[in-house]
């Protein structure tokens, strides 16, 4: 540290005094901060009151930019002596001698010792509960630090405009863990720019656990920045997310999920492409925090893209083998698809969209129909790759553990009704069922009314310019309708009811129930999501699994003939009854084996042509 460069013993020896009044003052600050916050893991916060936060949040501001440094020891900057700096000791020390090092630390796993049984059945239960290791989340400082993992690039001096608008961070927690919530707030508080945070509303979606009720108030009491709402009822993420979204003031809203943990720099980026234009929408690149012990781990979130298949399920894709190439890997870049919890979105472009489907139930799909319709409606989506946000991938799903209903069928069919326009058959292939079933999933009557008023493109152009990377969902012979058999002829319909568990030849009635079945992306013989299955020569039905197997068919164009794959047999009618199916070998020239069919006719041309250049 170099304070001065004295020129007379005079000014030199009262400099030094000064200096060591200041540090002295400095030194029995931190002490007394020391006692009370043992090394910042928040366990006396509500002692210090205002405090604590305030003169907390500069020391992890300036951790994070100098996350390089020494494990233990933080330089930092004293706020009442500008010339004049101390050392924090960031450490637990000969506080707990269980953990001589502060669990967790700059990302680094939390090591338990699993030989002690008590413990290691607190942990089981976090596993069970949380989908994650509590107890290691717990052992964790709510501050703990986190290193700067951004390429040079994205921070490099000027790297954003200065004058970028603030937003509200929206953040639903349903049952959350005490120490994953708060975390996931300091986090903001500590790693942000303060003007860009104009509040963090918490939504809590009708949670029952004790600590997230009266504890937390008083906990974020202190911190006016942060303002608790409580749903009136359960409302599912999804609602859950237009409710807190809905109260805001910003012209930029931020969502993050409950349980992240953000690094430095992560929302400068998220918002400089909102300010800079109201139809984009930006996703941070999401880091892993290990769910079993809590490690950053930062290797891999860079190299993938969200995307998803035709079950309209989300997952993560090689960037590699996105059609669009950047000369700069660290631009923001076009993404076909959001995982869903974590981004940052116009409030006028959400509300232009229609906010969320108010018929989604709880959770899912939500990520793909906002998807869709930025890029139909006018704007697009894109990754960041200088915002980078931890996140706990989750053992299973916490949030959904008792809901009975189906509901990603549901919301999947509501979207592809909405948005998808004749594509929508792919998904409705996929449920076998002949078009949108409205006593069972709704009137989308607004919906639709949204997507005429927002004036969007046909989804085929989403197809084109967002994803021409999506699979080409027509298996060769994909048919949708009535199967006859060439033997009996079209007045004859291959019959499935539930009722007696019937499978065979029945006379057609044109009710599009019992006989209408779809050859579907994933191979399937497919009546209402109940399946044909090759359970050996003979033939049964079960409920649809999408995992081939028995339940994979191929029509042969040519011949007519329909193939188990994994028998290598044909479905052929019995001639002894002219009603029961079985399977034999293949023999072209049966007329038993062959069926007649409608095929599906749709424009897949620009997907064909992405998957030969790549
Ligand atoms: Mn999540």
């Not at 040079?152 to 953040?171: F, H, K, M, N, Q």
């Not at 009557?445 to 990377?469: H, I």
């Not at 029961?580 to 049966?590: E, F, M, W």
């Amino acid at each position: 540290m170099r304070v001065h460069t004295p020129r007379t013993m005079r000014t030199n020896g009262f400099r030094k005094s000064f200096v060591l009044g200041v540090s002295v003052f400095v030194l029995l600050v931190y002490l007394f901060l020391n006692e009370y916050y043992h090394g910042g893991r928040g366990r006396f916060a509500d002692v210090l009151g205002n405090v604590a936060p305030l003169w907390m949040r500069n020391r992890t501001m300036a951790d994070a930019v100098d996350s390089e440094g020494g494990k233990n020891d933080v330089n930092t900057t004293a706020p009442t002596a500008s010339a004049t700096s101390y050392t924090f000791v960031y450490t637990t020390i000969g506080l707990d001698p269980q953990y001589p090092e502060p669990p967790g630390d700059l990302g680094t796993e939390v090591k338990i010792d699993t030989n002690d049984t008590e413990v290691s059945a607190m942990i089981q239960d976090g596993l069970i509960n949380q989908g994650l290791n509590q107890y290691a989340s717990d052992l964790m400082s709510v501050r703990r630090r986190l290193k700067d993992v951004r390429d040079p690039w994205c921070r490099e001096p000027g790297r954003y405009p200065t004058d970028l608008p603030a937003t509200s961070v929206v953040i639903i927690f349903y049952n959350e863990a005490w120490s994953v919530l708060v975390r996931t707030v300091h986090s903001i508080l500590d790693r942000s720019p303060a003007n860009l945070v104009r509040e963090i509303v918490l939504v809590d979606d009708f949670s029952n656990l004790p600590h997230l009720k009266t504890q937390l108030e008083e906990y974020f009491a202190s911190i006016p920045k942060v303002r608790i709402m409580r749903a009136p009822k359960r409302l599912g993420l999804i609602r859950a997310r237009m409710f807190g979204g809905k109260s805001t003031k910003t012209d930029i809203i931020t969502y993050l999920d409950a349980h992240v943990e953000v690094t430095v720099g992560w929302l400068e980026a998220l918002i400089a492409p909102v300010a800079k234009n109201s139809t984009t929408i930006t996703i941070p690149t999401i880091d892993w925090i290990d769910e079993n012990n809590m490690k950053h781990r930062i290797e891999h979130a860079p190299t993938y893209v969200g995307a998803y298949d035709w079950d309209l399920n989300f997952g993560w894709w090689g960037r590699w083998s996105m059609k669009k190439k950047y000369e700069n890997k660290m631009e923001p870049f076009d993404t076909p698809a959001m995982a869903g919890g974590l981004f940052t979105i116009s409030r006028s472009f959400f509300e232009r969209l229609g906010w969320y489907d108010e018929g989604f139930d709880i959770y899912g799909i939500e990520n793909i129909e906002l998807s869709m319709k930025s890029w139909m409606c006018g704007g697009k989506m894109v990754t960041v790759p200088c915002s980078r946000v931890a996140h706990i991938q989750k053992m299973g799903h916490p949030y959904l553990a008792k809901e009975s209903k189906d509901v990603v069928r549901s919301n999947s069919i509501r979207l592809a009704e909405v948005w998808m326009d004749e594509y929508k058959g792919i998904i409705f292939d996929i449920y076998g069922i002949p078009h949108y079933l409205e006593e069972e999933f709704g009137s989308v009557a607004t919906r639709k009314a949204v997507r005429e008023a927002a004036n969007c493109r046909p989804f085929q152009y989403y197809l084109e310019n967002a994803f021409p990377e999506m699979h080409n969902p027509l298996v060769p012979g994909a048919f949708r309708g009535e199967m006859h058999n060439v033997a009996l002829g079209n007045a004859s319909c291959l019959t499935y009811r539930v009722e007696g568990n019937f499978l065979g030849m029945a006379p057609c009635d044109g009710l599009q129930k019992t006989q209408y079945w779809t050859h579907n992306y994933y191979q399937e013989l497919n009546n209402y999501k109940n399946c044909i299955d090759a359970v050996s020569e003979r033939v049964e039905v079960y409920g649809c699994h999408r995992s081939r197997g028995n339940q994979a068919w191929e029509y042969m164009v040519n011949t007519q003939q329909i193939r188990s794959v994994k028998r290598d047999t044909c479905l052929t009618l019995e001639s002894r009854t002219n009603v029961t199916v079985t399977l034999v070998p293949c023999d072209a020239s049966k007329p038993e084996q062959k069926w007649s069919v409608n095929f599906i006719e749709l424009d897949v041309s620009m997907l064909i042509e992405a998957q030969k250049k790549t």
